[in-house]
Every structure is written in structure tokens, then in C-alpha cells.
């Protein structure tokens, strides 16, 4: 029985015999012992961390980098050119074939902040936290399907069943507060992300390591209230009862997965107080609702931002937002940049501004990463899906190049890391892979990525699988 | 001098001598896997960097890049691999960019190379040896398992308690809670083995590993992609149920899936049986290209059969040979070719589809068909794919959507063709074109269209006999004034023997919508003696209004008839536009056991269950153990390669393998049956202590302990609440279900809860929408069938309490179990709680237990304090696992 | 084959040595019976010598070895050879009666000895030089990093050390240029100085470092090239001045990519580096264990690494904690309190807190008196105070006593724009947000 196990044994002990029931003699509320969720286990960090935790900002179907901060003046020059065969000799595309055009930026770009940073008309707001986030210019990936591109970033690995990277930070730290799942999920965009759940799934490891996915829109975790009016303390004592008697059956069977349900339903009733509390952005001030541009009641990503904002202060330890439609092909208007993109960019450009500005001056920034993104890059080539146009204005797949942007925890503001071709086809300076944010998140959070493994199957496995190096040059 | 260099020749001596001890490397088991963790990623299938593979034997000995051969079988220290794992410069060691090799897998390979680098096939690959010696005296699994806790120092468990026994049992063969007056009927002498055989035969087994099964078959109730529109499908999920419960053997059960529209006069339910790859997802969003969709079902089937039957990952063979286990790109569009050959092309119809139709209406069909017959002179031609003869008797009429194949049009559900289609760039050098082969052409004198048209441009070209045969007509749609018009065609009375009417339409300005056209009936003349009296006519139109008004649409598979044949072409990098040389037909060598290659589907499929196929039987024999025990005798219980875990019990698997496929001819209930009879499977799943080294029990020193799945926790509340309404088949149903889960783009569809009993069907029914899947199946680790799925990963977290605790459904079941307690308990509190109790877990409580339920209904504050107490039996730990 | 000759040489050397050495042994009565083998041994050390000339000629001609030592080692090397051959064919042939020959071969033999010694010795100053290697170069300790430390002692000399004083010391001046310390650097060589301050591309230096390695005048000849960054901490000294007291503070690397290099091969910080970043911390005493067991949830260790402590202060604290704490206040680095509604006088109760660097008040009701108090812990780095009654005068008071202070947060406070503004531009060294 490996040492995780048996870490998970005494804690489940621990907890659940002296704390949870006499916690519940006292009273929940009151409960001031750790959940099961890691908050009492003694994870700590391999070294002293920058930051305590991470906020992802996923746009999924991944975002044009030519349109927002890769600016590449010559791709102007060549827009409607055909492409020349060399750029797709032994290149993968998802539909580009036989011989695209090129496709000049369909936005304007100026430089911002004492960084001078390039940025596009798109994103009015967000051009001015330029000196606060560190742009990867030269980010490139393995995969160029959604779902295995977002597994890739997520999980390490293409395929399906790895531990997403929520699940490994969790089970390296542990969790933070007693009431709240410690790797929440929050989705806007009207779709989950294309490789579905498992991008927050716990993949192999213990399930209380898995994500929880919160809705800003009806019950905010499905059934969360209870049935008929029935009250808290009357569910308190059911709760009671089922761990009291899941207790006894614990001691005949000895089965790990009693005490983790006997943890999970604590928890389930303490996520039942606190999370509507949590997710309730009612109570937030005017002046805030204006600056993120919220509006209650509604499953938008400003919604989502500002519940990122107050989730992060009751410390969840990682919080990861999907915003679904950005896969630009030009197939349909609505994935198109020159109607859907554009549309994604007004909904996210005020919202993330907000949140970077805000969690700033709360303080929060200095010790949680934020990061922002898609699975990939786009093609500097207008798409030809079948060797023909589309009927839209829109880029393919691309692999090699695409940007990304990380600010606080750690890293260092107002920097442009890595650089592109002429054209942003491929990085040519300072590339960084995948595999590479991943080790430096998990740096920045006190964690070497080569130590954070977990045995399965006879291997160690570790979320940056076999390869990964921290991109020392982007930090503070 | 001489003595000189003979003192030289010395010391070089003593400098090169090495030294080699003599234990024996194993290839599979040693060095396979350093090579696949370090060296199968650059010189694999994907990348031979330096021309260097070493994913076949041929490869890897073969002359690479540098002109010479990397292994020199029997001597490491020449050979190029030992080399540059060794090497100092880190710019020329392997691996490249990645710390080098520890001491002792450069050990290994050393060493294999110097004993001569003997290459071993995959164990999964080899036939498994027989005849398997077993002890006569001992069950052959606890014989096997035994052994392996011997090695594992570890002992068997008691068996478990009667009644824990007997629900486990039930839980795992019907899916369904155990029956009280077993226990008593245990105490008249019924026999284990006799409540296993009644169990068997219970209709809730099929509805039990049916739901095995869908996962796999990725079965669901709606379409896929964007608008997720829902799709009538749920007569295959029936035929799986039937199958399991009539026991049909695997063989067959396997050949009629994958090809049952290819047996000589298939049933309907062979036809059905096909629908397990229509099951594959369909695009219906404007501006897609059909091809396109078609090309990433026809991968998915391929993916999706050899995972199921082969424990083989086809995915990654699309656009590369295989990283890690030997099959090559060119083996996938091998079988790519079994699978490409069907009529079906992402039609929003989803043609061909089989109609069905209910009895009473058969009834009336058939009074029509036998009337129509009585007035025809001539017996009209027989319609391959029709098994209901509708087709030949409102003959010579004709629906465009019964044609026996097409090309590139599409249909619409009153039956009529159109080459309208989406993409309207995708239309450029297509041919549209639709076929009746079976038509006599002697006497033909003429063909009525109805069609509609809103200009001049679009022609119709009809021929004889064969696709490109003698041109009977080519003439255009004018432009009738309402858009609808009759287009009538004279021949000249055909001189033609022989059958066969092939239609083109042809865009003749390749403008849109000019060069549009629907066609909704035709009408076929021929000289006299005609096929029917005048008086038929309208008893035909009769039958054709019956047919549109109750015919019942399922997709189903039908090969494309040599007319219209595609060709099979390997895709350059996986791209399907990308077209590359034509493949033949076949399977991956290292699987293939026989001469020959299978020459369709058909004889694909009976290769796939022909007792030479070393992986079939061994997949499927661990897909069952896995249900049964939680774990796959090979965990990776979806790839049997060089990737995924060896067996725990290898001789186990092989001797269950063969028993399956020979001793019990591929009866499913024999097999299940041989393994609950097992003292194995009869343990106690308590852990003793001396198994904590065990957690994941894979040396079974315990009986199976597991979360129940997702459909048995909804099929147990239902039925020990008594809510469940146990009947067999049907539509899919909708019970309860939250607002707003239900959020797929330019889809009206709605959730509406099932009339009456129907909301109360075991899971098995639930509706089941792709991109919107039923909470409590998700929450509980149900996959949402996109792909084909061969393991659940089971989870246990919060929101599994919440759902359990506050989901509306189950806490309608909580107060209606809450009364039944109360009227049981006849006013005593404690008689109820106990009966609760003993059914809800079939085992006595303990004082304690009961004292706790009573505390909590005597401090209750809602009225029915009863139902509170179901409401905690309902997420008690005994109640939602296995044991 | 080049690469034989150390091999062989080392055989040659080893028999032409021992075979003399035999040589007068063997005129001791007890060891006459040897005298035969003399013959064989000074025969196979002289052919082996001779296979090492030729070696050593293909070595030479990897045109990595010139100079005065390769000339003499060569030369040496030719002349014992040759008196290896005569001095065996007459151990073979000659009549050792004769006093010549006796006499002959004695002396023969006793230069050979001498002669094989000395080429030996030179052969290994060409391969090793005369200093013993320093593969990387020494490593600072972290605490080291302070205003003391000089880019050229620190960063370029060890550079010099590991790959040019081999051939560029005192005594042995190739090019007559010594690369043992900035002296002798700035001395230059015979063709002048090497270093023109501020002018990476008129340093003689950095151009023959940077010049093909094909170049016969590219530096190193033999041994190890200068890596990229190597070359680049030359230039950015030579560019910032080439001074020898010129430090990392008043001339900070600009390139990422330097910086993260100096760090990990030097151990040396670019930027700012936070006091427990520095230091351990002290050893934990029993209390220390006895409180992480006790308040798991408040008190944590920061990390495995290190001994330094958090502590978490919520709305539900207890003094009880804060008394306990106060037992191990110098282990206290970090202290969250946010929404704690903690007092002064409570927070005072933890002692007097000499390491605590990171301080998060939050949302409490902390005013200028409370606020300037925090004067008393001298080695605040960070401190929230957001949310608080907190005025300018308050924060002023604070930062005029709070040295080490670089990152203060004050939103949502009573402190204006325009004072913020004024704090900040009174206050250049620290962030205020």
C-alpha cells in the first residue's frame, strides 16, 4: 500500500473518528478541523513557493495569436499570397489542403505600457495590464485536435486518464480551506470543453482530487439544496447518522473508499453552506459589478471572473475557467474572425482585465498565477477547408506557435518571452512547450515537477509525463 | 621483435576482453519495456530518426541511415545501440535530451545483445498453449488464483455471508437487488448453483450486461456534434438486451453486429444488429462536408471494432505506424477498406435505414399486399433489402429512398432524392447519382417524375443495366410554374433484357438553386401485360401512405453495391483529403494467425471470432471478469499491446480464453456462470489486514468490493423502494431531470418527463443525450458515449453525495420507501427501521444501527421522520457498494 | 589513432623506466638471474615507444598542440626512442664483458631513464597543463549575494580559472598574457591589452574567444570552448566598464537567459531575494513540533527545504494559539490574517516576530496607530493592508521605520489617490499598489 494510501488512511481516521464527530457534537459551523480534501495532510512544498494558487483562464478552441498578440507586420504585406509549398511540406493541419492564401492580422495593433508590448485593438482593456503579465510568444504543443491538445495542456498526456493539472497541485499541497472543493471549475461559452470532463478529471489518482465544476447559473453545484425545505440541521444529523453507521462498516471492512465517502459527505454538507455564499456575486459592490462588466444570474465568463476573484480569497487553491468558441476555422460566422472571434474577444477583454486589476489590488496577485490561453495557435494561412475558401474569414490549427499569457505568482510582468518567424508560423527563440508551463506552474507553486509523481501501474507517473523544464527566465 | 608485438597483441588483448555473465535476458519482459519507455518515441512508428526503428524485428536489425545495422546480434560493445547509450558526448547519447539510461537497463540490453538479441513476440500475439493442465479436485480459477497468492505470500478470504453472498450475485448478474425469499428457498434446498441458473435466466440479465455493452457500442440517443438532434436507435439497444438473454453465443453475436446485412436473407433483427456502427456520431450542421463526417465514422468503426474485439488502439495508426505495438499505417486502411464499403454517407436521414412498423399496421400491410398481389398479372421483382416486400408491391412505383445505393445525393423523409446538399463547395466534379438494380428493363415504355424544380438547369440521365450502361434518357426539368411539376419520359419499348436503372442528375449550369432539383416518386410504364390492374393503384397508395405514416426509422448498415464501390486509399498523414496508394484489403500480420486475409466485412468479422485470432477470446473473457471483480485480469482492459499491463494471471486468462471460445462455445452465461461458482468469487471482500499490501485486490485474496455503477444505483433505489417499473425494451424514457442541463445550440428539443410508470425505468432507458448526458450517469462515472469506452474509472466524490443525498428523484423514492417502512412497521419505529434496513441492505442491522436511525427519526423535525430514515439508507456505504 | 597515445605512451614510459631500473638490480648477486629479462622489456618498451611516436604524430596533427612544450616533448621523445634501440640491440647483441659496452649500455641506460621522466612530464603538461583542472567553477552561497560580491571575482575569473591559466599563468605566459587575476589581465600580452573597457568588440580578448574554432588563433586551442553564456558574462563585464569592484547591483544582467545561467551555475540572484530565501531558519525546537501537531491547520511549514513556519490567523483564532506561538516567534516567516479581525494587541500577544517577512491584514480594522506599530518587525517585506481604516499618516509613519519593506498594499483604505501617489514617489525602493 503506497505512502499516499496510507497518508489517506490515518487522515481518514484522524478526521473522521475525533474531529467529524465531535464536530458534529459542537456543531458544524464551528467546525474548524480540516476536510477531507487534503486541508489536514501534511503537503507541503519542495521549496518555498511565489505563489498558493492558480487561476486558468481556458479559452477553448483556441484563440488567434495573430489577431491579438503575435503581430507580424510582414504577414500583412503577404495577405492573400498564395502560401509558399515549403511552409506545408511535412506540416499537420486539421483541414487546411492544397495550397492556402495567406492571411494578413485582422486586427490593429499598437505597443503598450512601459513594456511596450504588442497588443491588439481587440483587447482595449486588457492592453493596459500589459506591464503586468509575462507573454510566451513561442508556446508549441504535439497535438492539433481540441480534445487531445486540451488533455495535452491539462493532463500531460493526449490520451484519456491522467490526473489533470488541478489534481496534482491539490494532491501535492493539499487543500487550503475547510468548506470549498480545493479545484473548482467554473464554464461559460453555452459548451464544456472539447475533451470534456477529464481535463479536471483525477485521472488515477484518488477521486477527492477530482475538480468540481460549479454552475454561475441556477444551483450553483447540482443538487446542493436540499429536498422539500428540509433544513440544515436536519440535514446535519442525516449526515451524521449515515458517517456514524458508514463508520461501523468501515471497521469490518477496512475499505480505504468508506472513509473517503465518509469524508465526502462532510463535505458535501459543508459545500451545501458555504458554496452558494461563495458563488453568490449579489453581494459584490457596484463599482465591481462595472468594472468586470458582471451580470448576475448569468453563465458568462465576466460572471465566472469575478467568481474566480472570490473563490481565490476563500482560498480554492486552483480554479480553472473554459470559455468555449474560439475554434476560428471560417466554416460558420459564429467560428469565424470576422464575427464569432471578435464576439469572444468583447466578452472576455473587460472580464479578465478586471481580474487581473482586482485580485492586484487585494494583494492576491503576488501570490496566485494566473494564466491565460488555448490548446494552440492558429495557421498564418487563411483556412481552405477541402482546397477551397470558406465561406468565413478564419485560420486552421497550428501547432508550432501560439501565445500565451501567465501574470502574478511569481512571474514576471511586462516581459515578451519567446519570438516568432516573420509570418508566426513557427517559434524561432525562446520556444516553450507545453510540458514546460507546466513544470514552471508547479515551480512557481513551490513543486519540482520531476519529484510530484505518483506510482501507477508500475510506473511514476508525474504531469509533465517524461519532459518538461521551468522557463527560468520568466521569473520574478 | 617477434616477441615485441606478440607482448602488444597481449595487452590489446586484456584491454578489449570483456566479460558477460550468463542468466538469460527476456525480450518481453525486460528489455520491451525499457525500449518502448526510452527509444520507441524518436525510432518507433512515428519517427524512425536515423532510419533506425525498432518497432519490428525487421527494422530494427535492418541497415539503417548510417549504412550499417545498429544491433550486432551477440556483441554489444559493435553494436551502434550499446554505443550511443553508453556514450559520453551527450549530444551523440540516446536517449536524446533526456537523462541517460540507469546502470541497469543499459545493463540489460547489454546483455541481450550479447546473448544475441533475441527478438519475442508480444505475449497477447501468440496463440495461448494448450492443453492447460488443471487438478482435477479444484475449481480451475481458485486453482490459478491460489497459486498466484502463494507467490504474493498472501491467503484467501472465508466465503462471504449468505446474504452478502447472494446480493453481490444478484447485483452482478442482473443488476438488480436480491429477492428475500431466496434465503428461505435456500433453506428448502435450492442450491447455489440453481439460484445462479434461475439469475441467468432472469430477463433483467440482458438489461444488465446490455449496459456493459453500450458502453463499448458507444450507444445513444442523439446524433452528436453542435445540435445533438436525437436519433432513433433504441431497437439495437433492445436486440443487445434479447441477444444476452437468449445466450447467443459471441460468435454470432460478434458476425451479425458487424455484418449481419451480409448473411444470405438476413432477419430484421440481423439488420438491426447492424445499427451497433450506426452508432457512430452524424454531423447535421450546415456547411459541413458529408464526406468528411462519413470518413471520421467509418475511423471510428475501425477504431472502435478493434478495441472492443482486439485490445488494440487503431487511433493512432490513422496518420503513423503504430508507436509502440507492430502494426503499420498501411494495416489500418487494410481494415480501413472493411468498413468503407457501406451505403451510409452522414445523411441527416441517416439512410439506409430499416423500417419497421407496428403489428397491427403489419396487419393491414399485409391484407393490402395480399390484394395488390390477387390483381397483378405479372409477379413484380423482389427488393434485396426489403424484408418487409413493401417495396415490390407498390411497385412500379417507386420511392427514391429505397434505392439500393447512391452517390453524393441526399434524401428526405417523404422519400424523395435531391442533389441539394449543404457544402456547397464540396458539389464541384461530384456525380449524383441513385440506383434500382432489381428493375426489369423488358417492356419498360416510360418513367413519370414528380419533382420539384425552381429552374431550367437541372437535368436526369438514366441508364441500363449498369452504372456507366446504354443511355435510356437524358433529358431536362423545365421550370413548371408552381415548382412542381410530373416530368414524363417515353422510351421507345426497351428491347433490353436483364434489370437495372441507374439515375444521374446533372446541374447542367452548376448554378444554385437553378440547377436544383427534388425528386419525390416515379412512376414506372411498361407495355402490357402490366405489373398490376388499374383497380391496384390505389390500394398501392394506400400502402405507400401507410408506410410514411407508421414506418419506424433505424439506422442499419448495408454494403454499397459494386456500382458505386469506393476506392479504398491510404490517407497521407491521416488527413482524409489527402489521398494516398490504394491498399488492399487486411488485417495487421502480428495478429493475423491464417493465410489469408478476410476478402469483406463479413469474413472479417467471422476472423475476428475464428478460434485462430489469438486476441478475441482473451479481450472478451477479461471484459466479463472485469465487471464481475472491478479489475481485468489485464487491467488495460482496452489495450492488450506492448503499452498496456500484462496479466496479473496470465495461465488464468488463457485457460478462461479457451474454455470460452472451445469448451463453452462462446455462451456468455456459461462462462459467467463458471466464474460465480468460483470459491474465488464466493470470498469475503472484508480485508484481513495481511492484503492492506493489496489495495486494488489484484491478487483477489478477497471478494470484489465496488461503488455500484451508475445504472445499478438508480435500478437499487427504484427497486427497494418498489418504484421501479420493470419492463422490457422500448423507446428511451425520461425521468426527472433539473432545469437547464439541456444546452445544445439550434436545438428545440426539450426534456419532458415520461408519462406515468415510464419516469420510473432502470437507467438502462434513460434518454441519453451526448453533448447533455444525464447528470446522476455522469456524476457516477458513466462515459457520454462518444467513443467506445472498455473502462469505467470509478470515483467518489462530493457531488456523488449531493446527488444521492437531495437529488429529487432519489428522495421521491426515499418517502415513498418511507411509507411502505411505516405501513410495515405497523406504528412500532424500530420494526420499521429494521425492515428498512434488512431491505434496503438484505442483512440484519446490529442494536447500534438501529439505535442510530432511531435517534435521528425521534429528533426529526419533518413529519415523516421515515422518510429521513430511507434518505440515509439510500448513501449508506453497505447500500451503495458491492461487498 | 591519435587517441591511442596516452595509451600507449604510458606503456613505452612504464618499460623504459623499469627496464634500467631492472638493469641495476640485476648487478645485485641475489637478482642476476633477471638479467635476461632486461633485454625483452627495454625491447618491448622501445617498440612500444615507437608506436607512440607515431600516435603522437597523428595526435599533433589535430593541430591542438603547438608551442615550446609540444616542440621539446617531441623532440625528447625522438631521442629516447632511438637510445631505447641501440640500448637494447646491445643488451641483445653486444658483449656486456667489454668495458665499453658495459659501460655504453650503463650510461644508455641511465639517459634513457632520466630522458623518459622528462618527456613524460612535458607530454603531461600538454594534455593537463600545469594546474589541476577546476571543472565548474566554485558556487556562491546564497547570503553571499550583498553588495560584496564583484562581478569579475565572482563570475569572470572563475571563468579564466577553469579554461585559460593552464596556458596563461605566471611563469608560463602564452602570448605573455596571464589570466591569473584582473592584474595580470589588464597587464595584457605581448600584442598589447586584451581588454578595452566598455569596448566588447575591440577587446583582443573577446575576439580571439569568439573566433572560429577553426581559427588557429581561436582561444582555447586544447580543452574546453566557452560556452555562449560564458562568453556573454565576459562581454556584459567588458561592456558595463570591465572594473574590478563593478557589482550585480550597480550593473544588473538584462539578458534572461544570463541571468537564469549565473543563477544556477553561480548560485548567484539577479533581483531581489527575500530574507528567508536566504536563510533556514532556525532549528525547530520541541515546541515547533509540538504546535504543528496541535494547530495543523493554523501553523505550517513553508516548505521541506526550509525551517521557517506560516501561521494562519481566522475569524475563529484562540489567544491560546497566539501565546503558544509566541513560544517559537522566530520561526514565524509568513502570517495570513486576513478577515481575522484580529487587533494589535492580539497580534501582539505572538512576540516580537524578528523574521516575519510576509504580513496579510486584510479586510481588518486596522488605524494609523495600529498600523504604525508594525514599525516594530524589522523585517517585513510584504504587507496587505488592504481594507483597513488606515490613513496616509499611518502608512508614512510605517514605511519611515520599516526598512526592508519592498511591496505594501493599501487599496480600499483611507490613503487617497494623490497621497498614494505622493507615497510613491517618496518611496521609490517599495511597490505600493
Partial sequence: MNLLDEALFERHQLSTRRHFLKACATGLGSMAMGSLLGATDPQTPHFIPKAKRVIFLHMAGAPSQLELFDYKPLLKELNGKDCPPSLLEG?????????????????????????????????????????????????????????????????????????????????????????????????????????????????????????????????????????????????????????????????????????????QYEMAFKMQMSVPEAMDIQQEPDYIHEMYGTEPGRASFANNCLLARRLAERDVRFIQLFHWGWDSHGASSGESLDNGFLQRCKEVDQPMSALLKDLKQRGLLDDTIVVWGGEFGRTPMLENRNGVANPFVGRDHQTDAFTIWMAGGGIKGGLSYGETDEIGYSGIKNRVHVHDMQATILHNLGLHHEELTYHFQGRDFRLTDTAGNVVKEILA | MGRIFWGIGLLFGALFSCTSSNDRISFNEDVRPILNQNCLPCHGGVKANGGFSLLFEADAFAVNNSGQTAIIRGNARKSELYKRIIHQNPELRMPLDAPPLSEDEIGVLKKWI???????????????????????????????????????????????????????????????????????????????????????????????????????????????????????????????????????????????????????????????????????????????????????????????????????????????????????????YGSYGYFNQTVDADLDLEVPVLEIYPPEKMEEMEELIKEIASLSPRTPPEFANDPY????????????????????????????????????????????????????????????????????DAAIEIRGKEAEGVVLNHSLFSAPENGRGVHEIKFSPQDLEGSGLFFEIINTSGKIPEGMVIIRRMELAYESP???????????????????????????????????????????????????????????????????????????????????????????????????????????????????????????????????????????????????????????????????????????????????????????????????????GGPSVMPYQPEGIWQSVYSGAQWTLSEGRHAYRRALYTYQKRTAPYPNMITFDAPSREFCVSRRITTNTPLQALALLNDPAFYEAAEHFGNTMKKKGKGDLKAALRYGYQQALFQEPDEEEIQILLDLCQNAESEDPLTLAANVLFNLDGFLTKE | MGELHPIIVHFAVTLLFIAPLLFWLTQLRLLHFLKDLVGPINGLGSGMGIIALWTGW?????????????ENHRFLAFAVVIIGAIATALLFFGRHETIFSGYLIKLLLLAQGVLILVTGNKGGVLTHGNKPWIKTPKTLSLDKMEESFTIYDGLIQPIFDSKCVACHQEGNKSGGLALVNFESLMEGGSS?????????????????????????????????????????????????????????????????????????????????????????????????????????????????????????????????????????????????????????????????????????????????QAVSQLVDYPS???????????????????????????????????????????????YPGIEVI
Fill in chain 2, 389 to 456: 416486400r413493401l417495396k415490390q408491391f407498390i411497385f412500379p412505383i417507386l420511392m427514391p429512398y429505397d434505392a439500393a445505393d447512391f452517390e453524393n445525393v441526399s434524401f428526405y423523409g417523404d422519400g424523395s432524392v435531391t442533389n441539394w446538399i449543404y457544402n456547397l463547395q464540396s458539389m464541384t466534379g461530384k456525380r449524383f447519382r441513385f440506383s434500382f438494380p432489381e428493375i426489369p428493363l423488358s417492356g419498360l415504355i416510360g418513367i413519370k417524375m414528380e419533382y420539384e424544380s425552381k429552374g431550367g
Fill in chain 3, 192 to 368: 598589447g591589452p586584451v581588454i578595452e573597457a566598455g569596448e566588447v568588440y575591440q577587446s583582443l580578448l573577446f575576439e580571439r574567444i569568439t573566433l572560429s574554432k577553426s581559427s588557429t588563433k581561436y582561444m582555447p586551442p586544447t580543452g574546453w570552448p566557452l560556452n555562449y553564456d560564458e562568453i556573454n558574462l565576459i562581454a556584459h563585464w567588458i561592456a558595463t566598464g570591465a572594473e574590478k569592484e563593478s557589482n550585480l547591483i550597480d550593473h544588473p544582467l538584462t539578458d534572461v537567459r544570463l541571468i537564469s545561467y549565473v543563477e544556477e551555475v553561480y548560485g548567484v540572484k539577479n533581483g531581489f531575494q527575500s530574507k528567508i530565501e536566504k536563510q533556514n531558519g532556525p532549528v525547530w525546537t520541541e515546541d515547533v513540533e509540538n504546535i504543528l501537531k496541535k494547530y495543523p491547520q493554523h501553523v505550517k511549514r513553508i516548505a521541506a527545504n526550509t525551517n521557517w513556519l506560516s501561521l494562519k490567523i481566522d475569524s475563529l483564532f484562540s489567544k491560546e494559539l497566539l501565546e503558544e506561538v509566541s513560544n517559537i516567534t522566530t520561526s514565524i516567516a509568513w502570517i495570513a490574517a486576513g478577515k481575522s479581525n484580529i487587533t494589535i494587541e492580539d497580534f501582539s500577544l505572538l512576540g516580537p516576530l524578528p523574521n516575519l517577512v510576509r504580513l496579510s491584514l486584510d479586510y481588518n480594522s486596522w488605524d494609523n
Fill in chain 3, 380 to 426: 517585513i517585506e510584504f504587507l496587505n493592508l488592504y481594507a483597513n481604516p488606515v490613513g496616509e499618516e499611518g502608512i508614512i509613519r510605517l514605511l519611515n521605520g520599516a526598512n526592508s519593506m519592498k511591496k505594501l498594499i493599501i487599496g480600499s483604505t483611507l490613503v487617497k489617490e494623490g497621497e498614494k501617489s505622493g507615497i510613491i514617489k517618496n
Fill in chain 2, 530 to 728: 402490366s405489373f398490376f390492374a388499374e383497380g391496384a393503384k390505389e390500394k398501392i397508395n394506400q400502402l405507400i401512405a401507410l408506410r410514411r405514416q407508421n414506418g419506424d426509422r433505424t439506422p442499419v448498415i448495408r454494403s454499397k453495391s459494386k456500382d458505386y464501390e469506393r476506392a479504398n486509399r491510404l490517407f497521407v498523414r491521416g488527413n482524409w483529403m489527402a489521398l494516398g496508394d490504394s491498399i488492399p484489403l487486411g488485417v495487421p500480420a502480428a495478429i493475423n494467425q491464417q493465410e489469408e486475409y478476410p476478402t469483406n466485412r463479413l469474413e472479417f468479422a467471422q476472423w475476428l471470432v475464428h478460434t485462430d485470432n489469438p486476441l478475441t477470446s482473451r479481450v472478451m473473457v477479461n471484459r466479463f471478469w472485469q465487471e464481475i471483480f472491478g479489475r481485468g485480469l489485464v487491467l488495460t482492459s482496452e489495450d492488450f499491446g506492448t503499452m498496456g499491463e500484462p496479466p496479473s494471471h496470465p495461465e488464468l486468462l488463457d485457460y478462461l480464453a479457451v474454455q470460452f471460445s472451445t469448451t463453452y462455445q462462446w455462451s456468455v452465461k456459461k462462462l459467467l456462470k463458471h466464474i460465480v461458482l468460483s470459491q474465488t468469487y464466493q470470498q469475503s471482500s472484508k480485508m484481513k489486514g495481511d492484503d492492506l499490501v493489496d489495495p486494488d485486490n489484484q491478487w483477489l485474496s478477497r471478494g470484489p468490493r465496488w461503488r455500484l455503477s451508475a445504472e445499478q444505483i438508480r435500478d437499487q433505489i427504484l427497486a427497494v423502494s418498489g418504484l421501479l417499473y420493470d419492463t422490457l
Fill in chain 2, 114 to 332: 550479447n546473448q544475441g538479441a533475441q527478438w519475442e513476440e508480444h505475449w497477447a500475439y501468440q496463440k495461448p498453449v494448450t492443453p492447460i493442465h488443471i487438478p482435477k479436485d479444484q475449481h480451475p480459477i481458485d486453482y490459478f488464483v491460489q497459486r498466484k497468492l502463494k507467490e504474493q505470500g498472501l491467503t484467501p478470504s472465508a466465503k462471504a455471508a449468505l446474504p452478502t453472498l447472494l446480493r453481490r450475485l444478484s447485483l452482478d448478474l442482473t443488476g438488480l437487488p436480491p429477492q428475500k425469499e431466496w434465503l428461505n428457498q435456500m433453506q428448502e434446498g435450492l442450491s447455489y448453483e440453481d439460484l445462479v441458473d434461475s439469475l441467468l435466466d432472469a430477463p433483467s440479465f440482458g438489461e444488465k450486461w446490455a449496459s456493459m455493452w453500450l458502453d463499448l457500442a458507444r450507444y445513444s440517443d442523439t446524433k452528436g456534434y453542435e445540435k445533438d438532434p436525437h436519433r432513433n436507435i433504441w431497437r439495437y439497444r433492445d436486440w443487445v438486451v434479447k441477444a444476452f438473454n437468449q445466450d447467443m453465443p459471441l460468435d454470432s453475436f460478434t458476425i451479425r453486429q458487424l455484418a449481419g446485412d451480409m448473411l444470405d436473407l438476413p432477419t430484421t433483427n440481423d439488420l438491426i444488429a447492424t445499427a451497433f456502427h450506426r452508432n457512430t456520431m452524424t454531423n447535421t450542421e450546415g456547411g459541413t462536408d458529408d464526406e468528411e463526417f462519413r470518413v471520421a465514422a467509418v475511423i471510428d468503426r475501425l477504431n472502435t471494432t478493434y478495441e472492443v474485439w482486439q485490445g488494440t488502439t487503431m487511433s493512432c495508426v490513422q496518420c503513423h505506424s503504430h508507436p509502440y505495438d507492430p502494426i503499420r499505417q498501411e494495416d489500418f
Fill in chain 1, 91 to 263: 506540416k499537420r493541419f486539421a483541414f487546411i489542403s492544397g495550397v492556402p492564401q495567406m492571411l494578413g492580422p485582422q486586427a490593429n495593433f499598437a505597443r503598450h505600457g512601459q513594456s511596450g508590448a504588442w497588443i491588439s485593438d481587440l483587447l482595449p482593456h486588457f492592453s493596459k495590464m500589459a506591464d503586468d503579465v509575462c507573454f510566451l510568444k513561442a508556446m508549441h504543443t504535439d497535438e492539433f485536435n481540441h480534445a487531445p491538445a486540451q488533455l495535452l495542456f491539462y493532463s500531460g498526456s493526449p490520451r484519456l486518464g491522467r490526473p489533470s493539472m488541478g489534481s496534482w497541485v491539490t494532491y501535492g499541497l493539499g487543500s487550503m480551506n475547510e468548506n470549498l472543493p480545493s479545484f473548482v471549475v467554473l464554464v461559460s461559452g453555452g459548451k464544456t470543453p472539447s475533451a470534456g470532463k477529464s481535463v479536471w478529471g483525477s485521472g488515477f489518482l484518488p477521486s477527492i482530487y477530482q475538480g468540481v465544476q460549479c454552475r454561475s447559473k441556477g444551483e450553483p453545484v447540482l443538487f446542493a439544496a436540499n429536498p422539500n425545505g428540509m433544513s440544515a440541521s436536519e440535514r446535519k444529523k442525516t449526515i451524521e447518522a449515515i458517517n456514524q453507521i458508514n463508520e461501523k462498516k468501515y471497521q469490518t471492512f477496512k475499505d480505504p473508499e468508506t472513509l473517503t465517502r465518509i469524508g
Fill in chain 3, 58 to 70: 597523428q595526435l599533433a596533427t589535430t593541430g591542438f598542440y603547438a608551442g615550446d612544450d609540444f
